[in-house]
């Protein structure tokens, strides 16, 4: 009576055409497939190691991975456990390196679609304030195109992301800091913010007037 009580929650056993049948799924991670086989593998009454480790190759889908078991079959379980691990920590790592690519690859998108716009004359906008952000700059002993290349060859200033050309923009002026047409370098209201910033952190003191 008591074994007839329970014998739905009794485990059932595989045979070996369960193992032979066991497949890899298209999108099933090397780590789920490996612990449905390490549990039909135990399910199976009078399995032997040798017969075990011949079943895996045939289950596992096409990769890398299974090019290496057949050319080098493992000689016991926990050397198949110890080159899975390994290859889960490669595939993990894969995988982090392509969400770190796919998120750079995002960011770098929306920053063309910001510094685009959705309106004409909208990219002007978008190169930098129209009015100062200090009421008053410090006097410098250097042009600011010079001072620009200077911190970009010293790496103090970071190289600033290109802004298309406004539509109507004047044609003979050129801006080395948004590398655009429209203004000159001289009159680039962002890059003067720039450099009156940094002056004031302490940086580019050496184009101070009278330093």
Known sequence: MFKNQFAACRAQEATIVDLM?????????????????QRTVSRVKGLSTELALQHVMPGLRPRPFKDSVCRNPPS????????????IRVEGMKQSYQKELQEAKSKKQEGRRDGQGGRPGSGKAKEGPRNPRFPQYTQLNAPRARILQESLS????QVPQQRPTPPGADNSKHCLYHQNMGHNTEDCMTLKDKIE???????????????
């Open 21 to 37: 049948n066991l497949k890899q799924g298209k999108e099933e991670p090397l780590k789920a497939f490996m612990d449905r086989f």
């Open 76 to 87: 016991s379980m926990e050397e198949l456990r110890q080159r899975t691990d390994d290859e």
């Open 154 to 157: 010293t790496q103090i200033m």
């Open 197 to 211: 910033e940094m002056i004031r952190s302490g940086l580019l003191q050496q184009y101070v007037k009278g330093n």
